[in-house]
């Protein structure tokens, strides 16, 4: 099979210029269920996504000087709702935005042999029951969850239970009954990935314990100067009657992170550092948040999306899709499907991506999720905020990256920048911070290579969005000189069917269709816009691109 000719690519962008930066195609989506196995999941750091009210900029006096792109650089849950609103994720296909966590973080800044740096990143929590007031407030929460659902977008929470935040003179250590502060993780066995912290000044969540605990001193002392203790305490003490779990850490957090559900009607959570606790926690959580979900629904009615359940993704670091649903520990595997989770992110997605041709790849994934994870999914990505190993590093495979991850088997996560081009390599930055520059809003506005490299990949999402086979349904390859392939998902009375055919030549093409569309049978190129009918079991495109999208009309 031939490899894909990006240079061809390259030259048929250019020809095209920017006129298809603005198309926004809606044009079945309204009949169309949502499957969440076949999402495209726009994943960003809320501060660093887009500045909507620069009034929130500075709080809690974080006013020293961090290391480079390791402070607040403004970004909120306002500017979020901002780029909703001008249609942006509409436009690139996304059905589902996952922002990293906006509660509380701590107030001061440490140095982890980086620079200084602050909570920007959202996973240095300091109180679970209140938004930092630098990605926004509960009133811009709600006005979120309520913005995307009114254009057929899911919101996923990232959600921290392993650890709080670091400790500093602002931001005191938990009692030693909720964390523990002594060895560092050596990841050599499952003691000692999950009794442990995962680095030093990272207090653990002993979230083993049955213990019941008391609530720290300095959160009391904090809810009582907002005027909220009496609220928080009767919650809480309704949820332990309610449920009759002990009041050890974990469950404190669970109802904490489970609140944002009954209060908002999110729709689901992407775990943080979930390999790095006993897996029974993540049952328990699951259980609370649909408990939490069903509640929002019936108190919602209106408001109700869809019946599909409430989602829940975790990561565990080092997963990959040939692991079928087990992780190893080395001294001993876990199933985190059983235990909580409907979906992994698949950390092995990206080397697959490099090491194969599309139909390897394509059929690699379509053998695994309709087999040994059928019922289950997986959240593939080509770069993410602390993977320093991304798929396109200096950003020169862009066409290639769309193409592969959004026309790929499984879920989909675009971090955001993927599909502009925003720099992966930030001169000046220590660690991770070079993957987590701020969005590239003045390339998008300004520059014609990074509008067709956005053209692209919206007409891939918007593809990929308005058709769940493409990311659930079976892959099968269709022989012929060319590489075409369908995809058919089907679920009760829906079935959704689409051919797609890639490295294809410039201009007059033949696609063999007969195994999905009949004679007579008319058909939309979804890439190019041109419009035909089955002829003899083909369908024939006139088009500059290497790419047909088939749809039945």
Avoid at 49 to 58: A, L, R
Avoid at 179 to 192: A, I, L, P
Avoid at 303 to 332: C, H, K, M, W
Avoid at 368 to 374: A, G, I, N
């Amino acid at each position: 099979m031939k490899k894909y000719t990006f240079l061809f690519l390259s030259l048929v962008y250019l020809i095209m210029g920017c006129s298809g930066s603005k198309s926004v195609t809606m044009n079945n989506t309204s009949k169309t269920p949502f499957v969440w196995e076949g999402a495209n999941v726009y994943f960003l750091l809320t501060d660093r996504f887009y500045n909507g009210d620069t009034s929130n900029d500075i709080n809690f006096n974080r006013t020293k000087t961090p290391a480079k792109l390791r402070g607040f650089e403004g970004g909120d849950i306002i500017g979020i709702i901002k780029k909703i609103d001008e249609g942006y994720f509409e436009q690139l296909g996304i059905n589902a935005i996952w922002l990293t966590p906006i509660v509380e973080q701590i107030h001061d800044g440490v140095d982890e042999g980086t620079g200084l740096s602050y909570g920007f990143h959202g996973y240095w929590a300091k109180d679970w029951t209140a938004l930092d007031p630098n990605f926004g407030t509960k009133e811009d929460l709600a006005n979120l969850v309520k913005k995307a659902h009114a254009k057929g977008i899911r919101i996923i929470l990232d959600g921290v239970i392993n650890h709080t935040g670091p400790v500093t003179p602002e931001d005191p250590v938990w009692p030693s009954d909720w964390v523990r502060t002594g060895v560092v993780c050596d990841y050599k066995s499952f003691e000692n990935t999950t009794m442990c912290t995962l680095v030093e000044n990272l207090p653990d969540v002993k979230t083993e314990s049955t213990q019941n605990v008391e609530l720290p001193p300095f959160l009391i002392e904090k809810w009582k100067k907002e005027g909220r203790y009496e609220k928080e305490i009767a919650s809480l003490e309704e949820f332990f009657k309610r449920t009759g779990y002990p009041r050890s850490p974990k469950y404190y957090i669970i109802k904490w992170l489970t609140d944002y559900i009954l209060e908002f009607g999110i729709d689901g959570y992407r775990a943080d550092t979930v390999k790095h606790t006993e897996e029974g926690v993540w049952a328990d959580f699951k259980k609370e948040c649909e408990y939490a979900f069903e509640t929002w629904k019936k108190h919602h009615p209106l408001q109700v999306l869809d019946q599909n359940p409430f989602y829940t993704i975790a990561e565990v670091y080092g997963y990959g899709i040939s692991g079928g649903q087990d992780y190893d520990f080395g001294d001993r595997k876990v199933n985190y499907f059983e235990n909580g989770f409907n979906s992994l992110i698949n950390f092995e997605f990206k080397w697959n991506a490099a090491q194969s041709d599309y139909e390897t790849l394509f059929s690699k994934y379509s053998n695994h999720l309709q087999s040994d994870l059928k019922g289950y999914s997986v959240l593939n990505y080509m770069s993410s905020h602390d993977d320093g190993q991304p798929f396109d590093a200096n950003r020169t495979r862009g066409f290639e990256s769309g193409t592969k991850l959004l026309l790929a088997p499984g879920m989909s996560q675009v971090y955001y920048g993927d599909e502009s081009n925003r720099s992966l390599v930030i001169e000046g930055t220590q660690g991770d911070a070079t993957l987590r520059s701020n969005m590239n809003w003045d390339d998008i506005k300004k520059d014609p290579d990074t509008q067709r490299m956005l053209w692209h990949w919206q007409k891939l999402g918007q593809f990929r969005r308005n058709h769940p086979a493409v990311g659930a349904g079976i892959h099968s390859k269709i022989e012929s000189e060319y590489y075409v392939f369908s995809r058919i998902y089907s679920n009760k009375s829906f079935t959704d069917k689409v051919i797609i055919g890639l490295d294809l030549p410039e201009g007059r093409k033949e696609l063999p269709v007969n195994s999905i569309f009949e004679n007579g049978t008319k058909v939309r190129d979804f890439f190019s816009d041109q419009e035909t009918e089955v002829i003899d079991g083909k369908a024939s495109i006139d088009s500059k691109y290497g790419i047909v999208l088939l749809e039945q009309i």
